[in-house]
């Protein structure tokens, strides 16, 4: 089937903390890959994709590796900032360019 | 980038009153474009995939009878949710396919009285 996995939250960081958000994903084939991202008021924003095994995703010091070998794309920052506080959704596409959604993880990063 | 409008972005109704909610690509055309609905502190789900010219296709436990997707032109999908109750109340969210990326709009909020 067609699904993905995302840790949930709420998640709770101090300024500078290192954060991690994992995602698993199910699916036949080979997906692409995104984290979106929504900050509170406003609509789904592009944070990062991969389109095949290996492809590193990165974008506003946010990461991502898609891992075939465990189904993987969790995301990381080095560094979060109070700006980072957001929803995030991990998200696969299919051929077709139909979305499936992670649950979403709220993060609130605290100064 | 690419620009995806909704229109409008809240709407409030009374029970068994219909609703209809348009997406539109500003920058570019788009054959494709989906509903997905969000439910609060809840994920994205998709509702349907809205095909310029022909039928749209519902995932399944959709019903296609209540949620009526018209994508009469390039630039444009409407959703219509009929008869609607409290418990169609969300956030309704579409997107179209840009160049193989995917745009949103910003969503329309639905209260159902």
Partial sequence: ?111 | GAVVSQHPSWVICKSGTSVKIECRSLDFQATTMFWYRQFPKQSLMLMATSNEGSKATYEQGVEKDKFLINHASLTLSTLTVTSAHPEDSSFYICSATKNNEQFFGPGTRLTVL
């Fill in chain 1, 1 to 111: 089937g067609n699904s993905v996995t995302q840790m949930e939250g709420p998640v709770t960081l101090s300024e500078e903390a290192f954060l991690t958000i994992n995602c698993t994903y199910t699916a036949t084939g080979y997906p692409s890959l995104f984290w979106y991202v929504q900050y509170p008021g406003e609509g789904l924003q592009l944070l990062l994709k991969a389109t095949k095994a290996d492809d590193k995703g990165s974008n506003k010091g946010f990461e991502a590796t898609y891992r075939k070998e465990t189904t993987s794309f969790h995301l990381e920052k080095g560094s979060v900032q109070v700006s980072d506080s957001a929803v995030y959704f991990c998200a696969r596409s299919n051929t077709g360019n139909q979305f499936y959604f992670g649950t979403g993880t709220s993060l609130t990063v605290i100064p």
